[in-house]
C-alpha cells in the first residue's frame, strides 16, 4: 500500500519578514516614482532624454553598487546589516524628493535612493537563497517577489487617492512616502535573524581569478541571458509616460503602474513556484513571448482597452521571468559565492539597463512613442533566438 505523499513544507518565516520588508519599501517608493516622471516633465520642465538617462543612471547605480555589496557579504560571512544600511539609506532620500523644486535635487535623491537598493540588493537575495531550503528557492523568490510587488501596486494606488485628495500637490504627496520607509528599516532589523555563520568557517575572498572560475560556465550563462532580457525591457516609466501622452490626467496617472504591478504581483508567486518543477527555459521563452505581446500593443494605441491589454501584459512577462533568472543565479552559484554571483549578475543587468533606458528615451524623442516600444519588441525577438539557440551549461555547483 502506497504511502502519503509527504506535505509540502511551509516557507520560513524570516522568508515573510523579508517579503514585507521589500512590501513596505516598495510602497514608498512606488508612491513617489509612480508620479516623478510626468512631475520631471510637467513641473519641473525636464526632456525625455532627461528622464531616460536618469532612470538608466538611477537603475545602473544601484545594480552597479551591488558587486561590491555581495562581495562584501560574501567576505564578511554577513548579509542583514548591509541590507539594513541600504533599506536605512532608501529610506533616508524620501524626503529629498518632497523638497525638490528643480532637476538637480531629485538626480540627487534618485540616485541616493539607487544606491542604497544597490547595497541591500545582493545580500538580501544572498540571504534569501541562505534561509531557503533548494528545493523552495522558486517559491522563496517568488513570495518575496509578489509581496514586493504587492508594495509596488499599493504606492501608486495611494498616489492616486493622495493625488485627488490634495488637487495634485506633488510633494504633500512625497512626504507620505517617509512612513513606510521608516517601518520597513524597522521590521528588517528586529524581524528578520540571518543564519549563523558555522564555527571556524574560512572568510572567502570573492574577488579573485580563482573564486571567480569557480562560478562557472552555467552562471555566466544565465548573466548573459539576464542582460539580453533587460536590453529588451526599458524602465517602467516609459510606461507611465506612454498613457499620459494619450490624454490620462495627472491624477491617474498611476494608475499604470497599478495595473503593471497587480498583475505582476498575482503572478509572481504561482510562477515561482511552478519554476520549482517546470523547465526554466520554456518560463522564459514564454515571457518574451508576453513582452513581445505587450510591446506591440503598446506601439499601436495609448490609449483604450489596447493599450491598459500592454500595460497588464508587460506585468505578467515580468511576473514570468525576474524571480526565475534569480532563481537560477542561486541554483548555479557557490554557497559561499552568492553575493558575489547576485551582484556580477546585477553589474552586467545593470549596464544594459543604462542603454535601455538611453535608447528608450532617444527613440521617443527623435522618431515618436512607437518607435521605442517596436525596438523593444525587435530586441526581445532577439533574446529568444539567443534563448532558444544557446542551451545552457550543465551547472558545475548548486
Known amino acids: 500500500m502506497a504511502g502519503a505523499p509527504t506535505p509540502r513544507r511551509r516557507l520560513p518565516g524570516a522568508i515573510w519578514a523579508l517579503g514585507f520588508v521589500s512590501l513596505l519599501m516598495d510602497i514608498s517608493s512606488e508612491l513617489i516614482h509612480s508620479l516623478l516622471p510626468v512631475f520631471l516633465v510637467t513641473g519641473l520642465g525636464a526632456s525625455m532624454v532627461t528622464v531616460g538617462l536618469l532612470e538608466g543612471a538611477a537603475e545602473a547605480t544601484a545594480l552597479i553598487v551591488k558587486v561590491f555589496s555581495g562581495a562584501l557579504s560574501d567576505w564578511w560571512g554577513k548579509r542583514k546589516p548591509l541590507a539594513l544600511l541600504g533599506y536605512g539609506l532608501g529610506a533616508l532620500s524620501k524626503p529629498l524628493f518632497a523638497l525638490a523644486t528643480s532637476v538637480e535635487p531629485v538626480i540627487a535623491a534618485r540616485l541616493i535612493d539607487r544606491v542604497g537598493k544597490g547595497i541591500r540588493g545582493a545580500p538580501r537575495d544572498a540571504l ?181 491589454a500592454g500595460i497588464a501584459l508587460w506585468g505578467l512577462h515580468m511576473a514570468l521571468t525576474q524571480g526565475l533568472l534569480a532563481t537560477m543565479v542561486a541554483d548555479t552559484a557557490p554557497a559561499d559565492l552568492r553575493g558575489t554571483a547576485f551582484g556580477l549578475f546585477n553589474l552586467v543587468s545593470g549596464v544594459a539597463m543604462l542603454l535601455a533606458s538611453g535608447l528608450a528615451g532617444l527613440l521617443w524623442d527623435r522618431l515618436g512613442a512607437s518607435a521605442t516600444f517596436a525596438a523593444s519588441l525587435v530586441l526581445a525577438c532577439l533574446a529568444l533566438a539567443v534563448l532558444l539557440l544557446r542551451p545552457p551549461p550543465v551547472p558545475v555547483s548548486t
Open 128 to 308: 534569501v537563497a541562505d534561509i531557503a531550503p533548494p528545493d523552495q528557492r522558486g517559491a522563496a523568490f517568488g513570495l518575496r517577489q509578489s509581496l514586493d510587488t504587492v508594495g509596488a501596486f499599493l504606492g501608486p494606488v495611494l498616489a492616486v487617492g493622495l493625488m485627488l485628495l490634495w488637487h495634485n500637490d506633488f510633494q504633500a504627496v512625497f512626504w507620505v512616502a517617509v512612513i513606510p520607509a521608516v517601518l520597513c528599516v524597522l521590521l528588517l532589523m528586529f524581524g528578520v535573524q540571518e543564519p549563523e555563520r558555522p564555527a571556524g568557517a574560512p572568510r572567502t575572498q570573492p574577488i579573485s581569478r580563482e573564486k571567480l572560475r569557480q562560478l562557472g560556465g552555467a552562471y555566466w550563462w544565465v548573466v548573459g541571458l539576464g542582460a539580453v532580457f533587460t536590453l529588451a525591457r526599458f524602465s517602467e516609466a516609459f510606461l507611465v509616460l506612454r498613457v499620459q501622452q494619450g490624454g490620462l490626467a495627472l491624477a491617474w496617472v498611476p494608475l499604470v503602474l497599478i495595473v503593471m504591478n497587480l498583475v505582476y504581483a498575482l503572478g509572481a508567486y504561482p510562477l515561482g513556484k511552478l519554476a520549482d518543477t517546470t523547465d526554466h527555459r520554456r518560463l522564459l521563452a514564454a515571457g518574451l513571448l508576453v513582452l513581445m505581446a505587450a510591446d506591440a500593443l503598446l506601439a499601436w494605441r495609448d490609449r483604450g482597452a489596447i493599450a491598459w
